[in-house]
């Protein structure tokens, strides 16, 4: 039986790098995205975001978003979910440009395990 777990985009909003107390600056632009993980299966699972979160859109090849940008504000998403366990946190992305599509590969060679198409 594999992890089953499901992840809910709440909030995407975008920030400048002084809303997130940096001086770094994004090679496009940094996105805050609110998500809740939420094991819904019946044994332990790993979500771990940085490096695993891919920005596109229609006229851009796929790129990688991680950011360490805002780590440390509130839960950590990336983490073990026990059968029952969630956790809503937020991470700080650097895609290309407003709108588009951000997604999470995981350890998935075949496609995202799951996308979230961004406001312009």
């Not at 229609?58 to 983490?79: I, R």
């Amino acid at each position: 039986m594999a992890t089953q777990l499901e992840v809910t985009a709440t909030k995407a909003e975008y920030v400048s790098p002084a809303d997130i107390g940096t001086t770094n600056k994004p090679k496009g632009q940094y996105v805050r995205l609110t998500l809740t993980v939420k094991n819904v299966g019946k044994k332990p699972g790993d979500f771990a975001a940085y490096g695993m979160m891919k920005w596109e859109n229609a006229s851009t090849a796929t790129q990688d978003a991680s950011t360490l940008e805002g780590v440390g504000d509130g839960p950590d998403l990336d983490t073990t979910y026990k059968p029952g366990q969630a956790v809503t946190g937020s991470l700080v992305l650097d895609v290309g440009t407003k709108g588009g599509t951000v997604s999470y590969w995981g350890d998935s060679s075949d496609g995202p395990l799951f996308s979230i198409e961004l406001p312009s």
